[in-house]
């Protein structure tokens, strides 16, 4: 809505997602996981072996951790957005086990419960849940990787009319030498009332147990060593026409639609391992002595540390801001808010990780501690699930898009000055003051959050009031041509000020709703917002 210079102000509201029951029940289910991944896990064995001990992995079953987002029914816990994202907070510390289960349940099975018909939800789900199956996300080929769309693996209806016969190759599959079930994309030819044959995406939900399944050699990674990523090929697989997932043809879309869900915990993960390495790093720079004077002392060591407390601060308060929107609305489209929280945190993630790591001397190049293994598990979160590049431009276009519409009626009603006189005189005085750089503050955002927010509130509304000038300054000099390569660099810089936006909005709500409720230590949040 940003774009439309609409600021919802509902947001600035941050969302309680859970009442006091289920928020007892979270608090108790983060116990028993945070020892297991704090305690007796042994993360820097998974690296080095690149590997994940079966044994470990029954333990992670047993947590319940394979069915977070299965609905109870099915046999999983049932977990919303908010809950799934406390959790991932914790799973992040050995970032293996996170892709592991991620592959799984984020992306792998995610269309079953998104578009999956009963059949396939009472079929696989319960074993799924348990961890008695594992499932992988199959779409990345080799001519097939941001540009999703040019899939090749096909699928053809043999003669019987009930079994799609599939063939083609993935490639840097998660969990791809290792998965019992997996999301397939295929091309299929579809036939419409318009166009007879035409090739379309289409979603399979593919056992390995149905034959013609083989995977390549684990891929030797940077980082996330011990999760398995491998080469899928497919030759003459059977897949039963009942295991179509969504509609013939509509793939592509519910391809995108898994990715665009599955990205908001990103925010809580990466916050989850820096909120982890800030406080190693804390009692290192106290405890450190040189030149006479403990490092926690000097300004550059402090610049770090109040560098990565803002920005985690601003990570957690935007990942929990999109997970209490998709907890709060039934049918919310959280896609570029998930995109926003992904970009923001795996880019700062891998800021921080390396300025904590400095902080930490030889000692933090050493593997000893896991700093250095943070910093290359974290890697790949710049990557996949949608480059950050990709996710910039998706940012800025998806708003552009509904933008332009609007733009579209503006420019109509002053091409006729005489059938809209006012219109074109408010214009007219708004066009001039933004030329002027003192734009009309019209949405009095600081009357929805605390007093202590409201200088920041303000710098808020003024940013929302330029950028709603740079997206008309945009779409009128470019018009449709907008979305060509020669413009990206424009293009791009709307959605990084789209991202800068959303944080502040982030943290301005979450600090207010802290401050209004009293939390402990809420002061220290309305500083960190502030600054």
């Not at 199956?133 to 096909?154: H, I, K, M, W």
Request: charged share 25%; net charge negative; hydrophobic share 40%.
């Amino acid at each position: 809505k940003i774009f439309l210079h609409r600021f919802d102000k509902s947001v600035l509201a941050f969302p309680k997602a859970l009442d006091q029951d289920r928020l007892d029940t979270l608090n108790e289910m983060v116990v028993p996981v945070e020892k297991f991944f704090l305690e007796d896990l042994d993360s820097s064995s998974i690296d080095r072996n690149a590997k994940i001990p079966p044994e470990v992995l029954d333990q992670v079953k047993e947590l319940g951790l394979y069915g977070m987002q299965i609905p109870v029914e099915y046999g999983g816990l049932g977990l919303g957005a908010t809950e799934y994202s406390r959790l991932c907070e914790i799973i992040a510390m050995d970032g293996s086990i996170g892709v592991t289960i991620s592959a799984h349940q984020a992306i792998g099975f995610k269309g079953l419960l998104l578009e999956g018909s009963d059949y396939l939800k009472e079929k696989y789900l319960p074993r799924l849940a348990t961890g008695e199956l594992l499932a992988a996300f199959c779409l990345t080929e080799a001519n097939a990787g941001s540009d999703a769309a040019s899939v090749q693996t096909r699928a053809t209806l043999a003669e019987d009319g009930k079994t799609w016969l599939l063939n083609g190759s993935k490639m840097w599959i998660s969990n791809g030498g290792t998965a019992d079930v997996m999301t397939v994309f295929a091309r299929t030819e579809v036939s419409s009332q318009s166009v007879d044959g035409e090739d379309k995406v289409t979603a399979f939900f593919v056992e390995r147990a149905f034959g013609g399944v083989t995977s390549g050699a684990p891929e030797d990674k940077m980082g996330i060593r011990g999760s398995n990523t491998a080469e899928v090929h497919f030759e003459n697989t059977p897949v039963p026409s009942e295991n179509i997932v969504g509609e013939l043809g509509k793939g592509f879309k519910l391809a995108v639609t898994i990715l665009n869900s599955g990205r908001f915990s990103m925010g809580s993960s990466t916050a989850g391992v820096l909120k982890r390495c800030l406080t190693t790093t804390l009692e290192h720079a106290m405890s450190r002595k040189q030149f006479g004077h403990c490092i926690n002392e000097f300004g550059l060591i402090k610049e770090k540390f109040a560098h990565a407390a803002v920005n985690i601060y601003a990570m957690e308060s935007m990942a929990y801001l999109a997970a209490g929107l998709i907890d709060s609305y039934d049918e919310h489209d959280t896609a570029v808010e998930a995109a926003i929280v992904k970009v923001f945190s795996s880019n700062m993630g891998w800021i921080l990780g390396s300025d904590l790591l400095q902080v930490m001397g030889g000692l933090g190049y050493m593997r000893t501690y896991p700093f250095e293994r943070y910093l290359r598990d974290g890697r790949i979160t710049l990557i996949f699930e949608g480059t950050n590049e990709i996710l910039r431009m998706f940012i800025a276009l998806m708003g552009l898009q509904h933008a332009g519409v609007e733009l579209k009626s503006m420019i109509k009603k002053l091409r006729n000055p005489f059938m809209h006189p006012g219109f074109v005189y408010k214009t007219a005085i708004r066009q001039f003051r933004d030329s002027i750089d003192r734009p009309k503050l019209v949405h009095d955002l600081p009357g929805y959050l605390h007093p202590t927010l409201k200088e920041s509130a303000e710098s808020l509304e003024y940013c929302t009031e330029r950028f709603r000038y740079a997206v008309q300054t945009l779409l009128s000099r470019y018009g449709l041509d907008v979305v060509k390569p020669a413009h990206q660099m424009d293009v791009v810089r709307l959605g990084d000020i789209a991202i800068d936006l959303f944080g502040m909005t982030s943290v301005l709500s979450h600090a207010s709703r802290s401050y209004c409720d009293g939390v402990h230590n809420s002061e220290h949040e309305v500083r960190q917002s502030n600054t």
